[in-house]
């Protein structure tokens, strides 16, 4: 029901765009998210989009990620500019808020290496 794609070796100060797929009963009901997590780390929201499209980020990531969805298509975007390493993780998509009995896809990696 969720497909994320996109990701890719990078080097630092690239950019790379996500796509995300999902379910006409999820996109057309939730507000969405773009999350992320790194080897040894939690799982973590850095960018969200209401159906309406208003848009919130995480510290880490404003100025540097936009976030965006086309409610026609079920696809939500993440646009990276300026990558970072510490960027380095698997990207998944999901709904916003995720709970504990919310399936997740397979994510899709993004390294960001010279």
């Known amino acids: 029901q969720l497909q994320a794609s996109g990701g890719g070796l990078v080097q630092p100060g690239g950019s790379l765009r996500l796509s995300c797929t999902a379910s006409g009963s999820i996109f057309g009901t939730y507000a969405m998210g773009w999350y992320r997590q790194a080897p040894g780390k939690q799982r973590e929201l850095v960018a969200g989009i209401t159906r309406a499209g208003r848009t919130n980020y995480a510290d880490s990531v404003k100025g540097r990620f936009t976030i965006s969805r086309d409610n026609g298509k079920n696809t939500m975007y993440l646009q990276m500019n300026s990558l970072k390493p510490e960027d380095t993780a698997v990207y998944y998509c999901?709904?916003?808020?995720?709970?504990?009995?919310?399936?997740w896809g397979q994510g899709t990696q993004v390294t960001v290496s010279s």
């Open positions: 999901n709904k916003v808020p995720a709970g504990p009995r919310d399936v």
